[in-house]
Every structure is written in structure tokens, then in C-alpha cells.
Nanobody, 115 residues
Framework: QVQLVESGGGLVRPGGSLRLSCLAS????????MGWYRQAPGKQRELVAT???????DYADSVKGRFTISRDNDKKMLYVQMNSLKAEDTAVYYC?????????WGQGTQVTVSS
């Protein structure tokens, strides 16, 4: 049974911060590349940040310098620290696990940035 469960979303003011978490189960977490994606209403799902099994990170240009992705293999947790949030960061954020042809997604957590 593979399961990815996101948490930490909510309402935040522009310029504020949130930390999202993803708990993975049913996979060998340390062997998977992990990522955060987001989808805003009327837009395509887009990459936010990735972190490989070797802890190499990559970020979308829109979040560079503001977001930090990390992982805790012992806890089987994926995180993204989101700072200096903007209205355009409003979206449902999804956790992703990938290894070869294997691809799994969480149900998402809503992030709303609004004054």
C-alpha cells in the first residue's frame, strides 16, 4: 500500500511563510526521487522543487531563493519551506515520489496567499 499524505497548507498573508510536509508509506523512501508540484485553478500542474535520492535539489525559477526542499529519510518525510509567499503561489500542492517507472502522488494540500 503506497501512500503520500501532505499537510501544512492553509491561509497565509503575502510575505508570510508556510512549511509543507509529506509523509510517505509503502515505499523504500530513501531510494526515491521526491518532489513538490502545484496546480492553480485554470493552470497546468507545474514543478515546484525536486530532491533526488542523493539529495540533489532543483527549483522552478519562480520559487528560487524563496522555497527550500528537504527530506528526512529516517522519518520518511519530505518538506518544503516556503518563504516570502506571493499571491501567485496560491495552489494545491502535491507530493510526488518517483523511481524508474514508478510514480505516486498525494492528494494535495491547499495553500492560499491572500491579504
Amino acid at each position: 500500500q503506497v501512500q503520500l499524505v501532505e499537510s501544512g497548507g492553509g491561509l497565509v498573508r503575502p510575505g508570510g511563510s508556510l512549511r509543507l510536509s509529506c509523509l510517505a508509506s509503502g515505499i523504500s523512501f530513501s531510494l526515491h526521487d521526491m518532489g513538490w508540484y502545484r496546480q492553480a485553478p485554470g493552470k497546468q500542474r507545474e514543478l515546484v522543487a525536486t530532491i533526488t535520492s542523493g539529495r540533489v535539489t532543483d527549483y522552478a525559477d519562480s520559487v528560487k531563493g524563496r522555497f527550500t526542499i528537504s527530506r528526512d529519510n529516517d522519518k520518511k518525510m519530505l518538506y518544503v519551506q516556503m518563504n516570502s509567499l506571493k499571491a501567485e503561489d496560491t495552489a494545491v500542492y502535491y507530493c510526488n515520489a518517483k523511481r524508474g517507472s514508478f510514480d505516486a502522488w498525494g492528494q494535495g494540500t491547499q495553500v492560499t496567499v491572500s491579504s
